[in-house]
């Protein structure tokens, strides 16, 4: 079998030499984790921090980080741009509960990271929500004024001159900046976190693929070459849950794919972009883009690649027409670094909810068997405060985040394969043939509009009309 194609991310921060034995014959705890991501890893440390007694084990079918916790564009956000959605959900008071805490959650995450020695480049540079077409501009006017009335403040407009000195782009018309905002290396992040749950007695189990889940009491997962038995199972397993046929209306597989430069610190130097901000347009297909340590630009493109019925295919590790397709954006984005060259492309499966807000829940009903999905491609804070949730509910916190209106809520339905399949497409195909007139300063047609407006938000929230 070849070896996977890894990000940029893990060829820095992965030596393979740190892999963890893979599970021959049977365990026992009382708390399994599918999934070596954020949510599973951030979840297992919540639960030794607690309760350092608790006995826990993680399977994952790659390494810890082979998912889209290795791969993603390391902005660290909160949740205040989905307000709205939130309060439709849970209802005011608790939204802004929710905000809060989303936002803490960056503040704690940094926090981690210095008491763990983990060297995740953290750096709180703040995230810029920006216009970079006509049709863009005004964007968060929603939600600011959302954000006013309720007497909160986490967005600061910025002038176009301001925002085009900060990107380092005049292409860029218009923003606002999120302060609280930060970004990480992710790579780093996601090993250092296997190796700290390691460290806090969580056993890991990488290259051990969930196979069966036998959903009795206590739940068995099969393996391979082997079982692990358990009296709470959690599942951490991103877009993989839309296999799961409990959450196959709830979560849909997408991709997103990035592309990232040579280290070229003496360029951004000289157009500017020297500020660490996470920055993005406002497309439904968003860019999303920073800079890092080591002087690069990483730039990504969301919701192309589809799955049917949660079977991601090598698509969804690398495609190289899609990295033309967001080289072509940096490009339109970043005129002035035009001779620039693009050393690394990969991409990394997206788990999209209804609403583009994570649920959290019983598998089923069940009391034994907890998940969490749905991130949206905003899930890098958030799965800090989705392990505080996770941890909370096998801990039987009976107040508190883990008895938000997040977990077993009700979050909408997805279409039925193939169904969805094929909408998704077409909706797409004229989400794309809508941004790319709008790019060149074109009317779209009519029918990619009407396709356009079926599309939902996802890391940011979708332009309300009547704003426009
Ligand atoms: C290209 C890309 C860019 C992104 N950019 C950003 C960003 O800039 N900011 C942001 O906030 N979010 C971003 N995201 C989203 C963010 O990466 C995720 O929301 C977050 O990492 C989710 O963590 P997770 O633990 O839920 O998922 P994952 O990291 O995917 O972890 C799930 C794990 O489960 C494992 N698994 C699945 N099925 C099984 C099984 N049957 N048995 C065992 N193991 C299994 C997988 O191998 C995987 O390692 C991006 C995502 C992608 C793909």
Request: glycine share 14%.
């Amino acid at each position: 079998m070849s070896a996977p194609h890894r990000s940029l991310w893990l060829q820095q921060a992965y030596t393979g030499s740190t892999d963890r034995p893979a599970l021959h014959g049977g365990d026992r705890a009382d708390v399994a984790i599918v999934g070596g991501g954020f949510l599973g890893l951030w979840t297992a440390i919540q639960l030794k921090e607690r309760d350092p007694g608790i006995d826990v084990v993680i399977i994952e079918k790659d390494i810890c980080g082979g998912g889209a916790s290795g791969r993603n564009g390391g902005e660290v956000l909160s949740w205040w741009a989905k307000l709205e959605t939130l309060i439709k959900l849970v209802g005011e008071r608790e939204a802004l509960d929710l905000a809060h805490a989303s936002e803490r959650a960056i503040g704690e995450i940094q926090a981690a990271c210095e008491r763990y020695s983990i060297d995740a480049q953290f750096r709180q540079g703040g995230y810029l929500w920006t216009a970079t077409t006509e049709v863009q501009r005004g964007s968060w006017l929603p939600v600011m004024e959302l954000c006013d009335r309720l007497g909160v403040q986490p967005f600061q407009a910025l002038s176009h001159e301001e925002i085009a000195r900060r990107t380092g782009s005049p292409v860029h018309l218009e923003g606002v900046l999120d302060a609280s905002a930060a970004t990480v290396h992710p790579g780093y992040l996601v090993r250092g976190l296997a190796r700290v749950a390691q460290q806090l007695g969580v056993r890991i189990y990488e290259h051990t693929p969930m196979v069966e889940l036998d959903r009795r009491a206590p739940a068995v997962i099969r393996t391979p070459q082997g079982a692990v038995t358990a009296d709470k199972v959690i599942l951490a397993i991103n877009a993989h849950a839309a296999g799961l046929r409990e959450l196959h209306r709830q979560i849909v597989a997408i991709s997103s794919d990035m592309v990232s430069t040579p280290p070229i610190p003496d360029r951004l130097e000289e157009i500017g972009w020297t500020g660490g901000e996470a920055i993005s347009d406002s497309q439904l297909q968003i860019h999303y883009y920073r800079t890092t340590a080591d002087g690069r630009v990483t730039f990504g493109k969301g919701g192309w690649g589809i799955a049917f019925g949660g079977r991601m295919g090598p698509g969804f590790d690398r495609d190289p027409k899609r990295a033309a397709d967001v080289t072509l954006g940096f490009r339109r984005l970043y005129p002035n670094l035009a001779d620039v060259g693009i050393d690394h492309d990969w991409s990394g499966p997206i788990d999209r909810s209804p609403t583009g807000i994570p649920l959290f829940g019983n598998l089923g009903g069940r009391s034994h068997i907890l998940y969490g999905a749905g991130f949206s491609g905003n899930g890098v804070g958030p799965s800090h405060l989705g392990g505080q949730i996770l941890a909370g509910m096998v801990l039987g916190d009976r107040d508190g985040i883990a008895t938000c209106g997040l977990v077993n809520g009700k979050p909408g339905t997805l279409p039925p394969d193939p169904i969805r399949y094929i909408g998704a497409h077409v909706v797409r195909t004229g989400v794309a043939a809508k941004e790319s007139k709008e790019a060149v300063g074109q009317q779209p047609g009519r029918v990619s509009e009407f396709l356009a407006g079926l599309a939902p938000g996802g890391m940011i929230p979708k332009k309300s009309k009547q704003k426009s």
